[in-house]
């Protein structure tokens, strides 16, 4: 010991000094509850900390969760699903369009023609043939030449007279799988011209008129991006086809989505899992006053632009074959990320996080008429744990808060929509995601403060134990009393607003709140787990952080 002193540091500065070469000691406090360690904490700390970490508790309702505070990533100047030009601004343009009307009414019959007669062709491929789960026979394949001809047709119809080629495909058995970026709807019809794959697309593609016949013609893998199933199911096939030479190449657009061709976004993983070489492929579309990617633009807008240019100019450059390392087992992601660096590399543009759920963010947000739909995106990585559909819910109900012009939501509408009336705990859930303390919050605040809460570890045992409180009194549902009675401290004065609470927590409308209710209402609100950390649901929770270890 130093010294008698109670003052004195118990080690001196030469043990300090040396404390790398002291055993590490852990504490474990077993038994005793929560409040009990904090006042024992509390009355070691000077009391200005005291009041100022109350203050703080005070103003987290999620801090029986373990849900401290969560701070949003600050938002990218980079829109990658921007046109940059949606509209015919500039004096040249008009002019142009004008000249080029009588043109693009050619076009537009030369445009229609090559598509009845490419109809035609692939129906007569497709007639007869049942066995679609094997290679399609040569003589099938043959009559899908005049398909093919007719893709080149239609792309000379919408201005592009000659494609500038970059090298040439590698050997359908040297690279049996093909990745390319994605900037329009040109770029398919392109690959179906020149390579005739098999390509991976959406189910809902298959009910499109004329694009559906076709693509069923390429012996399509159907994927549900909202389905695991789908999505493993799909995995497996790309496989199957990509192991047999008989099959075509198989053709993938890992971002996913149609991009403006300025940045890559992050792959997807399905072309990358089976491990086989892949040959990448970028595409670019060199302009001045139209740019051809098919962002935030409709599909007739964009077409009549294309018909009224003159020329569209469209490179496409096939790079050397990216092989899985042999050395070393090499997982699906560290491949796509070597295989993005090489296009990025080739197309002298940056890689950003954005995905697939930023281009759905911002389609809605646009739908809903957003003025800053680009303020929607959120950016997060796989390692992020959540689904697409998941963020989808949390869109639509933030959009049902009516957001002003700048994309904020108001304290009111926030309540409204959640069916809470206004209260100090309500303000309380409020203020925790008004990080930024102006009285409104944004849908990325919105996001990631419920996905914060949602993803805590204590989050689901407080679900189980708010239920476990009902079902305690000897049913298997919760009545609306029941909510009623549960809810007086955290919401007093509850009485008329039950009624809509109670409706947002059956679920399935059948009149009745079961537990399957319960918890599905909660996965999809987790800011209402706040309404059950009074009373016994949170005790029983506490109870369970009695073991806590200190080092």
Avoid at 194 to 208: K, R, Y
Avoid at 449 to 454: M, P, T
């Amino acid at each position: 010991m130093a010294g008698d002193c109670l003052k004195a540091p118990l080690l001196d500065s030469e043990h300090l000094r040396d404390a790398s070469n002291e055993a590490e000691v852990i504490v474990n406090i077993n038994g005793y509850d929560r409040s009990t360690i904090q006042s024992f904490s509390k009355s070691n700390n000077h009391a200005g900390h005291e009041e100022q970490a109350k203050v703080i508790e005070d103003q987290n309702p999620f801090d029986f969760i373990g849900a401290g505070s969560f701070s949003v990533p600050p938002l990218t100047t980079i829109d990658p699903f921007r046109n940059n030009t949606p509209n015919i601004e500039a004096l040249y343009e008009w002019l142009k369009i004008l000249v080029c009307i009588p043109i693009a009414i050619v076009r537009l019959i030369l445009f229609g023609l090559c598509v009845a007669v490419g109809y035609i062709a692939t129906k007569c491929a497709l007639q007869g043939w049942k066995d679609k789960q094997s290679p399609m026979p040569k003589w099938r394949c043959r009559i899908m030449w005049i398909t093919r001809i007719c893709s080149r047709s239609i792309l000379f119809s919408f201005g592009y007279h000659w494609i500038k080629r970059i090298g040439r495909p590698a050997p359908r058995e040297t690279a049996p799988i093909v990745v390319s970026n994605h900037v329009s709807y040109i770029d398919p019809i392109f690959f179906f011209y020149e390579l005739f794959p098999t390509i991976v697309s959406s189910e809902s593609h298959d009910a499109m008129p004329f694009v559906g016949t076709i693509i069923r013609a390429m012996q399509v893998i159907y994927v549900n991006r909202f389905s695991a199933s789908s999505r493993s199911h799909a995995v497996s096939e790309i496989k199957r086809k990509a192991s047999c030479n008989d099959f075509p190449r198989v053709l993938l657009f890992p971002e996913g989505t149609t991009t403006n061709g300025r940045v890559l976004i992050t792959f997807q993983l399905g072309a990358f899992i089976p491990g086989y070489p892949i040959q990448p492929i970028v595409v670019r579309y060199p302009h001045v006053h139209f740019d051809q990617s098919w962002g935030n633009i409709s599909l007739a807008k964009s077409m009549f632009r294309m018909f009224t240019q003159f020329h569209n100019f469209m490179e496409i450059e096939y790079l050397p074959i990216v092989s899985p390392l042999q050395n070393q087992k090499e997982s699906a992601a560290h491949f796509a990320e070597r295989t993005s660096y090489t296009m990025a590399s080739a197309l002298n543009v940056v890689q950003t996080s954005h995905s697939y759920l930023d281009s759905l963010l911002v389609t809605e947000a646009l739908k809903s008429k957003q003025e800053k739909a680009s303020t929607y995106m959120v950016e997060i990585s796989k390692s992020f744990n959540i689904s697409t559909s998941e963020a989808m819910d949390f869109l639509d109900k933030f959009l049902s808060m009516n957001p002003d012009p700048s994309g904020r939501v108001k304290i009111h509408d926030f309540l409204r929509v959640l069916r809470l009336r206004a209260s100090p705990l309500s303000q309380k859930i409020f203020g925790y995601l008004d990080v930024e303390k102006q009285g409104s919050v944004t849908f990325r605040q919105f996001f990631f403060g419920s996905v914060h809460i949602l993803k805590r570890p204590f989050f689901w045992q407080a679900c189980e134990s708010a239920f476990t409180k009902f079902d305690g009194q000897g049913s298997i549902y919760v009545s609306q009393q029941q909510l009623q009675d549960s809810l007086k401290m955290a919401l007093p004065g509850l009485s008329e607003e039950v009624g809509e609470l109670f409706n947002i927590f059956d679920t399935d409308s059948d009149g009745r709140v079961s537990k399957e209710d319960f918890m599905t209402c909660l996965r999809r609100n987790p800011l209402l787990i706040a309404l059950f950390c009074h009373g016994s649901a949170s005790e029983g929770l506490l109870q369970r952080e009695g073991n806590l270890e200190v080092v």
